[in-house]
């Protein structure tokens, strides 16, 4: 009897000290303040993570598709039925392809992203890039030549004006007008070197040399000096390097000797081997194996 008659009285005890708690914790001003504060963090939180996943798409991936060889226009359309977007980061000039398609694309076809993402595209340029001119003037015809053509620029008419320096360059054309050295004009343009000679037909047409039995050198040492261009070069058969090119010689030509043709005038020669060059080199080498035979065969006499 004595100790249920404890028990209620400490439950009554912690009744009283549970509602003094209670009473304090609502009418003080700083805990009140706490708790609310405390509440607002975690709404906060909780709707910060609702709007990441809602913004991130999250658990949601979509294939990025192949847009390489597509216009900008059916990418477009493409791109937008799947929920993406393309964004232009660079350009390129490939001259056996479409301009304006796209030749590259980041990220790469069959790749997974969130939709509303950008794939960064690389477009093929409807203008090719362009090339500074170098300086050639004074330089000779034939290297002024093959610096042009190394930068991707093509050599297609020599014209010639009376000067007294031969066949040294005086300008560059591009398309009827004279060039200043770093202009730029597109890869691949056609140009045209204007070269300087001492003297010129007054008519202007000049008689075709004889390049039969020259080598290449010699033929096209003579051309040029002649106010020739060569043109195209055709071998009998392939030299095996740029030193066995020296055995070859000249057994056609176009124009033909003789002929009345204009100053700047293309000239295309045909070349085969020499075969008194071949006999010569076949005789050095049949010279070295008998020395060396002999020089064997005495050694072992000895």
Known sequence: MQNSFLILCRNNMDKKEFS????????NILLKNLFLAFSLLIVLFLL?????????????ALQVPNLVGLSLNDASTLLGNEELHYQIVDSVF??????????????????FVKSYRDVY???????PPGVPIPDVRDLSLRPAQALLENMGLHVVN???????????????????????????????????????RKALPADGMLAMPDLTNMN???????????MLTLG??????????DEDKANFVVYKQLPAAGDSIPAGNAVTIWLTRNQLNTSKTDSIKNTKELKTKKKKDIEKFF
Do not use: C
Not at 20 to 27: A, D, P, V
């Open 158 to 196: 020599v014209e010639y004006v009376p000067s007294e320096f031969s066949n040294l360059v005086k300008d560059l054309k591009y398309q009827g007008r004279i060039l200043a050295p770093g202009q730029a004009i597109p890869a691949g343009s056609m140009v045209t070197l204007v070269v300087g």
């Open 94 to 111: 490939q001259p056996d392809k479409r301009p304006g398609i796209i030749v590259e694309q980041q990220p790469t076809p069959g790749s």
């Open 232 to 241: 195209a070069i055709n071998f009998s058969e392939q030299p095996t390097s």
């Open 20 to 27: 003094r708690f209670l009473h304090y914790f609502t009418h």
């Open 121 to 127: 595209i690389t477009i093929n340029a409807r203008t």
């Open 216 to 226: 290449l050198q010699e033929a096209t040492s003579l051309i040029n000096n002649d």
């Open 48 to 60: 910060t993570l609702l709007w990441l996943n809602v913004y991130t798409h999250h658990g949601e």
